[in-house]
């Protein structure tokens, strides 16, 4: 079991940076894929960014190819996202998940089984 907790979100204003932070605990010692998903009102949960916390591989989608990356401190059982040059389009709730894994490689399909309660960003024009 893992429990994962987020902040750092917040308001900001488009093209400024904000840094989302997720302290993991529990059994932090497996591997994990871990990753950031997000959903605005009336839209679907969007997978945003995904690691490997083993492999050191990540993935992204997209809309957040360049601006947007991910990273992970075994030490402080910690995941991030560092998102610069924001657009008005990334405002969501943004959600930390996890999953064990042994692969080299984590996606968005993945069936993740550890999920946070969220931190709003909202991104003004």
């Known amino acids: 079991q893992v429990q994962l907790v987020e902040s750092g979100g917040g308001s900001v204003q488009a093209g400024g940076s904000l840094r989302l932070s997720c302290v993991a605990s529990g059994n932090t010692n497996e591997r994990y894929c871990m990753g950031w998903f997000r959903q605005a009102p009336g839209q679907e949960r969007e997978g945003v960014a995904f690691i490997n916390t083993n492999f050191g591989t990540t993935i992204y989608a997209d809309s957040v190819k360049g601006r947007f990356t991910i990273s992970h401190d075994s030490a402080k059982a910690a995941l991030y996202l560092q998102m610069n040059n924001v657009e008005p389009e990334d405002t969501a709730m943004y959600y930390c998940?996890?999953?064990?894994?042994?692969?080299?490689?984590?996606?968005?399909?993945?069936?993740?089984?550890?999920w946070g309660k969220g931190t709003q960003v909202t991104v003004s024009s």
């Open positions: 998940a996890a999953v064990e894994s042994y692969g080299s490689s984590c996606s968005a399909s993945y069936q993740y089984a550890y």
